[in-house]
């Protein structure tokens, strides 16, 4: 089902201040897509997550879920968390410590009034589908963090719903564990044909399991896209910043050629491909990113943005080099293959293809 | 949440507020008065009658070696249990869980009595048995004194003691330790130059809790004090009141007034304590539990030092009553005395309407106001964690200030009020008393079962369909029924076994069993106070095991929906 939300406001009073939690967030969640709201702490990714589920109430606006209004000011319609259908699981995974495993998934099903034996044989296919059959009778929190993880994803599942809203729901397993699950949650909601929403401040996870990213600072909506767009293609500082590393360069535009303006900034011209065409003589940033800072010989393949620099120091992460780089005064940062031969102090060449130079108006 | 704010809040302040500033304000108004019928002119007579009386002096030096002698002894005890149970390969360690938990079910006075029985100059039965065996003409113990005192009252607050360092000590982040260890250091004087410094807020808060018990006890000083004419303050104040002939409550409130100060400034001084000990005690998450040290040799006579405390902790004080209770006079065990046991005192207790009647009284004020204080407790609790305004402040404060209040002199606080009322000699009368004095220990449990409570618990409830009602009845009561089971208990035990409020409130028509138990010991019936002793012991013991039944059925049924 497709979700729409239509100029949503969210303010909090707290001390005589008031906090804007959500400002004019308009958004359309495709239907059967794994949706993600990222955000740093605080930019009302949360809020608007639990305005969806109906656990937090919105100044203004609109919900729609499918084909119903959840929540209308203007037509002062209000539909209850326990009627909206959806499914949710929480970041504390919220099992409830008196029950069972079996207990805690069949609890949605027991709300509808399910017969016994349903409930049961639904229970042990969605036990079975998380990898946890056998664990029906287990006391929900004896089980290790993943496993609860698991419980608190077939409870969310088992009354097989239409939407399905993920509260950072991985932040408290350790790494390498995370790593798995995501894997795990992509290859579900890819096979169960689910519309997800998924909010998370892990810039990793965002790219990695959704279809489209809603970036969000202070209660609004900076960008969406696809993860490439929003990696690649995104035009604003903000954004740039919080998806991924990458070198911002103060510089003007000093002409305007068929592919794009050239820049002049403190380490020299660089040249930018890109449809954006800023004024000459306007101050611009460019951003790279420094997976995309090559090493090379001699010149560039597209002849294009050859700088001379030095080797300022060169850290070893494993499967990389992490370079910093002087070209003249401007420090880049680099990814440095692991096979390279080169040490701290070389002097090098480097280049940079001018379509992974992004350029941001101020 | 406007039901909340403008009737939930205040009418809790008001009734926790009555509860706990009433007896201090009377308290207060009544030292500064001319006599309880009349307040008359303000008046200072009071405090200089009970100030400039000599023996005063000896009294505040009683009362300090009794408080920090029994504090020491209880604490040291406890840190020697808590160290072999957490720490060491000792066995049987459920003996331990015991320790903890089963003393606080035996009532303080009859603990104190059979310790009477046990070691009291003229008769007391260990006396008599090394008087026999070793042909001494004079007894070599005797109960009634200071260091006798203080070793009873000690045991009495072992329990205590153990619950505080206990945790701190299975809490300890172990790699201090093994740092110190690889440092060269043995074990002992690891533990002598790391443990004990790092659990030292444990180890204080443990010595200011039990200073302030032993502030507040009446039974031990009653029972063993008194006889041997060895006053401390709360038994002063009640020399003031119930003995001679002209009881001077203004004399009572003024003496309370030092009492009252006292207790306030330990609990304050115990929470500061507290507070720093969450900044101190390191808590180490990565759940593995340390090493046992091994104790090798030691480890029978270690654990037969922790099997001879539980069995005077728990065994012994029962079967000295058992005992007692058969036997027409205080002989050594033997044929003869086997062969003239007899029913004779239990008959007697039976056919004592003011026995019955305290019996009946204790009953009621067990379950009446175990079930009205849950209800009270139930409400402030709730909004002490889940409402979090200025008010749930106020509130917990009071709740926290007043689990300092010595119960003799919110009683000599009450005893101005009531007078002044129809409750005046009513059971009701105790009802409020007790529920005021005994209010924190119903809000603990609760609090504690409220905060694990968390809002997620609730909110997922209603996602997955669940409405108000619906998630009241399968998520929350169910997961506050322990909770309030627990507080029912604490509350019920403490009130069938009640003392030091009862000792001023209790008047002819309204006595209890505690004070019922005093007055046999004051009167020297040991087989009698024996008798009603195990009756008591057998009410509360069922009070317990009802509660508990019905606890485990009622959460088993809420299972299953």
Not at chain 1, 150 to 169: G, M, Q, S
Not at chain 1, 175 to 180: G, N, P, S, T, V
Not at chain 2, 343 to 368: E, M, Q, R, T, Y
Not at chain 2, 382 to 400: Q, W
């Amino acid at each position: 089902m497709e979700i729409r939300i239509k100029d949503l406001n969210k303010n909090y009073f707290s001390e005589g201040k008031t906090i804007t939690a959500l400002s004019n967030v308009n958004l359309t969640m495709p239907a059967n897509k794994i949706f993600t709201l990222l955000g740093p702490s605080g930019c009302g990714k949360t809020t608007l997550l639990r305005c969806i589920v109906g656990l937090e109430i919105p100044d203004s606006g609109e919900i729609d879920i499918g084909d119903e209004i959840v929540w209308s000011k203007d037509r002062g319609i209000l539909v209850p968390p326990e009627r909206r259908g959806l499914s949710m699981v929480f970041q504390t995974y919220a099992i409830w410590p008196h029950m069972n495993v079996f207990d805690n998934v069949a609890y949605p099903l027991q709300v509808r009034n399910e017969p016994k034996e349903e409930i049961r044989e639904k229970v042990e296919k969605t036990l079975r589908f998380v990898q946890l059959e056998g664990f029906e009778n287990r006391p929900a929190t004896k089980l290790s963090g993943g496993q609860q993880q698991r419980v608190a994803l077939a409870r969310a599942l088992a009354p097989e719903p239409k939407v399905i809203l993920f509260d950072e729901p991985l932040s408290n397993l350790d790494a390498k564990l995370r790593e798995e699950t995501r894997k795990e949650l992509r290859s579900f909601l890819t096979n169960l044909k689910i519309t997800a929403v998924y909010v998370t401040h892990d810039r990793i996870e965002a790219l990695s399991l959704s279809d489209t990213i809603a970036v969000m600072k202070t209660g609004r909506i900076m960008e969406i896209g696809t993860p490439k767009e929003i990696y690649f293609g995104s035009g604003q500082q903000f954004v740039i910043d919080f998806v991924g590393r990458t070198n911002l360069i103060e510089g003007k535009v000093v002409n305007i050629e068929n592919d794009g303006p050239l820049i002049s900034t403190a380490m020299g011209i660089i040249a930018c491909q890109t449809k954006i065409a800023p004024p000459v003589g306007s101050i611009v940033m460019v951003s790279i990113r420094p997976e995309f800072i090559k090493l090379v010989e001699r010149d560039c393949e597209k002849k294009r943005n050859l700088f001379q620099g030095r080797v300022e120091s060169l850290v070893f992460i494993g499967e990389a080099y992490e370079g910093e780089i002087k070209v003249g005064e401007t420090r880049l940062i680099t990814k440095i293959p692991a096979t390279s031969h080169i040490k701290e102090g070389d002097e090098i060449n480097l280049c940079i293809d001018p379509d992974s130079c992004t350029v941001l108006l101020r | 949440m406007i039901w909340t704010r403008k009737v939930l809040t205040p009418s809790l302040i008001v009734i926790v507020g009555f509860l706990t500033v009433c007896p201090v304000a009377m308290l207060l108004l009544g030292s500064f008065s001319e006599g309880l019928g009349a307040f008359g002119t303000f008046t200072l007579d009071k405090y200089i009658k009970s100030y400039t009386d000599p023996a005063l002096i000896e009294i505040i030096v009683n009362t300090i070696v009794f408080i920090i002698g029994s504090a020491l002894v209880a604490t040291a005890l406890a840190l020697f249990m808590a160290y072999l149970n957490t720490r060491t390969n000792i066995p049987f360690k459920v003996l331990f869980e015991i320790i903890s938990i089963v003393p606080m079910m035996i009532p303080h006075i009859l603990f104190a009595v059979s310790w009477a029985i046990l070691l009291n100059p003229s008769n007391g039965l260990i006396n008599l048995l090394l008087k026999q065996i070793l042909n001494l003409q004079n007894s070599p113990f005797n109960i009634y004194s200071l260091p006798g005192m203080i070793l009873v009252e000690g045991l009495l607050d072992l329990p205590v003691s153990y619950l505080i360092i206990a945790p701190a000590m299975s809490s300890f982040d172990v790699s201090l330790e093994e740092s110190s260890k690889v440092c060269g250091s043995s074990n002992l004087r690891t533990l002598f130059k790391i443990t004990l410094p790092v659990l030292r807020p444990a180890i204080l808060a443990s010595i200011t809790l039990v200073a302030i018990r032993s502030l507040e006890s009446f039974a031990v000083p009653s029972a063993l004090g008194m006889p041997g004419r060895i006053y401390l303050l709360s038994t002063h104040i009640y020399r003031i009141i119930a003995t001679g002939f002209a009881a001077d409550y203004g004399m009572a409130a003024a003496v309370g007034m030092s009492a009252l100060v006292a207790s306030i400034t330990l609990i304050i001084l115990y929470r500061h304590l507290t507070s720093e000990s969450d900044k101190y005690v390191t808590i180490s998450s990565r759940g593995y539990r340390p090493a046992l040290i091994d104790l090798h040799g030691a480890k029978v006579p270690l654990f037969t030092i922790v099997a001879f405390l539980s069995f005077i902790l728990i065994v012994l004080p029962v079967l000295v009553l058992l005992y007692t209770s058969f036997i027409p006079y205080s002989m050594v065990p033997s044929l003869k005395a086997f062969g003239m046991m007899s029913w004779k005192h239990w008959l007697a207790v039976l056919k004592d309407p003011i026995s019955l009647l305290s019996l009946k009284n204790s009953l009621f004020l067990g379950i009446a106001g175990a079930t009205l204080g849950v209800l009270l407790t139930l409400f402030v609790s709730y909004t002490i964690v889940k409402l979090r305004t200025t008010a749930s402040g106020i509130l917990e404060s009071l709740s926290f200030l007043s689990f300092s209040f010595p119960g003799i002199v919110i009683g000599v606080g009450f005893m101005w009020f009531f007078v002044r009322t129809p409750l005046y000699a009513t059971i009701g009368s105790l009802l409020i008393g007790y529920i005021a004095t005994y209010l924190p220990y119903g809000i603990r449990p609760l609090t504690s079962a409220f905060v694990q409570i968390h809002r997620d618990l609730e909110e997922s409830s209603r996602v997955c369909g669940g409405g108000m009602l619906y998630t009241l009845r399968r998520i929350i009561v169910p997961l506050l029924i322990p909770g309030i089971v627990s507080a029912w208990i604490l509350m019920a035990t403490m009130f069938v076994r009640e003392l030091s409020v009862s000792v001023v409130l209790s008047r002819p028509g309204n006595e209890v069993l505690a004070v019922q138990i005093l007055r046999f010991a004051e009167d020297g019936l040991l087989g009698k106070l024996s008798a009603l002793g195990i009756l008591m012991i057998v009410v509360s013991t069922t009070l317990v095991v009802l509660a508990s039944a019905a606890g485990a059925k009622l959460t088993k049924l809420q299972k299953e929906g």
